[in-house]
Every structure is written in C-alpha cells, then in structure tokens.
C-alpha cells in the first residue's frame, strides 16, 4: 500500500517540477556578468564625465553639416557657444535662429552677449588741450613825466584795455564716434542698463526659456576701471530685476575675483542666494580633464583653456576654443549653490 501511494504522490509531483524547470529557466551567469560589467563601465563613464562636459565656441556658426559631425559618437564635445546676434562688440548674426536646430541634434549651450569693451584704453578719458582765445586785457604802463621849467615832471601809471591773445586749458572727455555702438568711451553705468535690456531682448527672440543663463563676454582688462564696474553692475542689476534670465559673465582667470566679488553683491541685493554663473578664461594647467573649479576659482562653472584651435572631426575641420564646464549645457546650469565670496 505505501508504495501505491510513493508511485502516486510521484506522478502527481513530476508534471510539476517539470513546468517550474520550463517556466523559471536557469540563469546564465556569464550573461549576467556582462550585463553587470556594461552596467558598471557605464555607470563609471557618467561618473567619470560628472562635472567635466567638454565644449567649443567659435566666432560664426559652422554650419548644420559640421553641427552634425561633430556631435557624433566619436566626437568628444557636448555643448557650443551661443553668440547672440548683433551685441555691441560682435556684429555677426551666423547664429541667430538656430537655437531649435542645435536642440534637435543633442547640443547644450552656453549664450554669449559680448558687451562693451576696455580693451587697453581708458573709458571716458579725460583730454586737456591748449586753446588760444582773445581777450579783452588790462595793460600798464608807465609814463615818464613831462620836463616842466627845467624839470621832469613824475612819471605816472597809465592804464588801457587792449585786444590779446591768450592761451587757455580746456578738459574735455572721449567721446565714441557718431554710430558707433562699440567703444571704451560707451562704458558706463547707464550704458550698463541699455546693454541689459538689449541682451533679453535678443534672447527672448531667439527662443530660449525663462531661466537661461546669458553669458556678459568681459575680456581681460590689465586693471578694471570704475567705469567698467559700473558698466556691469548695473547690466546685473538690471537683468536680475527683469528676472526672465540670469545673468552670467565670461572673464579672465586675471580679472575674475574683482568681477565676482562685485556681482555677488548685485545678487545680495536682489535677495538672490544663488551662486553667479562665471566662465573663466585662462590656459594656465589647463586639461580636459579637469574640472572647472580647478581653474583657481571655487566659482567657475566653466574653464576655457585652449584658444584658436583647430580641430577636425568626422571630416570636419573647425577653429574652436576648448572648454570643460560642469554641466552638459551650462546656460542651462544646475541647482544653485550658496558658497561664500573667495
């Protein structure tokens, strides 16, 4: 009897161990080992790349054919330079709607409004010259006296005004030329706002979201003149108090603490507590490799370190700029920070 029953319980267990062994397959672990390994180089790679997003700009847009070949697999760069067409110290206008475009290949940006300038002059400089008037003068003289009964008399003072010409100084202050919208003489305070207007504006049109980082190109000054910091305190101001964009600044390794310094206060004063974006020039240890902070300054979200070279991707040659900025597209950004002035 109790084999009757082994038998039957047998019977009635192997339909069901069978299906299960069918149903629930065993693994293959060296599969498995792949696809961890994948999921882990992977995972390196983003961890790798995490803060170091390399990009170029260059003065015109390339074209949509060299857009395409360079953001192919093998090419390294993921976000370009967006110069804002028609700014005051950047005429050309190559770029101008293709912000849609470069979205639609996988781009990131960074927005460029290149502002007025220093260069290596002075800003409102101050000119004395000498000028020759003619005035109405105050002369005298002199006069011997007249010989009276074998006697000359006492000499005596005369005086009369007479027609002179004299030479004045005369100070006057650098002017930019009729029509010309960049120049040292246009950097002040007030051009400050008009300049700020004129970048959201140009922004608006060219599509960008509410929020975008614009980019105040500042070149290297070899001193920053009060001028120049009135110029672009108030191009802050302004566009912190407009609040559709927020403003950013392209300077030199050089001059950056100073601008930094005096727009983080601009932002204080908006009761912002965000961290102004800054794009740091210098090729000083410059690599790929390295994060944009290690530029020297705690405050860089981007460092260009390589200037006007050329490059050929995909076929394609380019003279670019290389960059390594935290973010995949740094007008875009990231969450703010709240780090103390350096």
């Not at 990009?55 to 370009?80: C, I, K, N, Q």
């Not at 005035?135 to 010989?147: D, N, P, Y």
């Not at 912190?240 to 603490?257: C, I, Q, V, W």
Request: hydrophobic share 35%; glycine share 8%.
């Amino acid at each position: 009897m109790s084999k009757v029953k082994t038998l039957g319980l047998l019977a009635l267990v192997a339909p069901m161990v069978f299906a299960m062994k069918y149903a629930n397959p065993v693994p293959n672990p060296m599969a498995e080992l792949a696809t961890a390994v994948d999921d882990a180089s992977s995972t390196i790679r983003e961890n790798l790349r995490a803060g170091r997003h390399l990009g170029f700009d260059t003065y015109a847009y390339p074209g949509d054919h060299a857009m395409r070949a360079w953001r192919s697999d093998d090419a390294p760069y993921e976000w370009v330079g967006y110069y804002l067409p028609s700014t005051p110290c950047h005429k050309g206008k190559s770029w101008s709607g293709k912000r849609e475009t470069l979205a639609s290949m996988g781009w990131g940006v960074a927005v460029i409004y290149v502002g007025q300038q220093v260069w290596s002059g002075t800003p409102r400089q101050k000119i004395v010259q000498t000028r020759w008037v003619t005035k109405r003068v105050k002369q005298t003289r002199l006069v011997r006296g007249k010989v009276v009964r074998g006697k000359r008399t006492k000499a005596r003072r005369v005086t009369r005004y007479v027609k002179k010409k004299v030479p004045i100084k005369v100070v006057t202050y650098a002017r930019a030329q009729p029509g010309q919208s960049c120049s040292t003489h246009l950097v002040s305070g007030s051009r400050g706002r008009v300049d700020a207007n004129d970048a959201i504006a140009k922004a608006a049109r060219e599509g960008f979201p509410r929020g975008t980082v614009i980019f105040l190109d500042i070149e290297r000054m070899d001193r920053v003149p009060t001028a120049m910091r009135d110029y672009y305190k108030a191009w802050t101001a302004r566009v912190l108090e407009d609040g559709t964009f927020r403003p950013g600044y392209y300077a030199h390794s050089f001059n950056a603490k100073i601008v930094y310094r005096d727009v983080a206060s601009k932002f204080v004063d908006a009761g912002s507590l965000e961290q102004p974006a800054f794009w740091i020039a210098s090729g000083r240890g410059f690599s790929e490799h390295k994060r944009p902070e290690e530029v020297g300054h705690h405050f860089a979200n981007v460092w260009q370190g390589v200037l006007d070279v050329v490059q050929t991707h995909n076929g394609v040659q380019l003279p670019i700029d290389v960059n390594v900025a935290k973010f995949p597209s740094p007008s875009a950004g990231g969450p703010a920070t709240t780090e103390g002035p350096e």
